[in-house]
């Protein structure tokens, strides 16, 4: 199966760096099978890369605040049948983005509950042992041990920070 890891995130902005700290990482010494893409805020810059040669599998190492405990790591997988499995991130639409690959990609979401996203340079402690914690299972191609979402208890879920109005 050919894997691709795509690492999201502003490293300008604390944990939200955490799916760039895990890319930069793997990308160092990338595991056999694995292309790994250090994307930060522009993931649409890899989407050519991507149609032009599609892996079988995407995965997407992003921060995502999801009302858990800092450096909780969680899978978010796509869903068949065309439903919508996560808005965007970053400003990329993935479901619109991606959709002439429907058909073709399985995409997987491997998410970091960060601590803050406040304008610093690193990683909060807990984040970034999850990070480490995150890349060792990737080069072991254990990413799968992770918890899905949808085992997450109710007040755990997912849930989309709006701004006031």
């Given at each position: ?6 690492g ?7 944990d ?8 930069s ?5 990338p595991?056999?099978g ?6 930060e ?8 890369l991507?149609?032009?040669?599609p892996p ?7 921060a995502?605040d ?7 790591l969680?899978?978010l ?7 919508t499995i ?11 983005q991606?959709?002439?690959?429907r058909?073709?990609?399985h995409?997987?979401?491997?998410l ?15 984040v970034r042992?999850a ?19 949808e085992?997450?208890?109710?007040a755990?879920?997912y849930?989309e920070k709006?701004?006031p109005?």
């Amino acid at each position: 199966m050919t894997t691709e890891l795509w690492g999201v995130g502003q490293p300008l902005r604390g944990d939200d760096g955490a799916g760039v700290f895990v890319a930069s990482r793997l990308a160092r010494r990338p595991p056999e099978g694995l292309r790994v893409r250090v994307c930060e805020t522009v993931p649409d810059n890899y989407l050519a890369l991507l149609l032009r040669n599609p892996p079988e599998l995407l995965l997407v190492v992003d921060a995502a605040d999801l009302g858990l405990s800092p450096g909780t790591l969680v899978r978010l997988e796509s869903p068949t049948g065309g439903e919508t499995i996560f808005s965007g991130t970053h400003d990329f639409p993935w479901d619109a983005q991606l959709r002439s690959l429907r058909d073709r990609l399985h995409l997987i979401f491997l998410l970091v509950q960060p601590r803050d996203r406040d304008l610093r340079v690193g990683l909060s402690p807990e984040v970034r042992r999850a990070c480490l914690h995150l890349t060792g299972l990737l080069r072991r191609g254990r990413w799968d041990r992770l918890p899905p979402m949808e085992t997450l208890p109710a007040a755990g879920g997912y849930h989309e920070k709006r701004s006031p109005r």
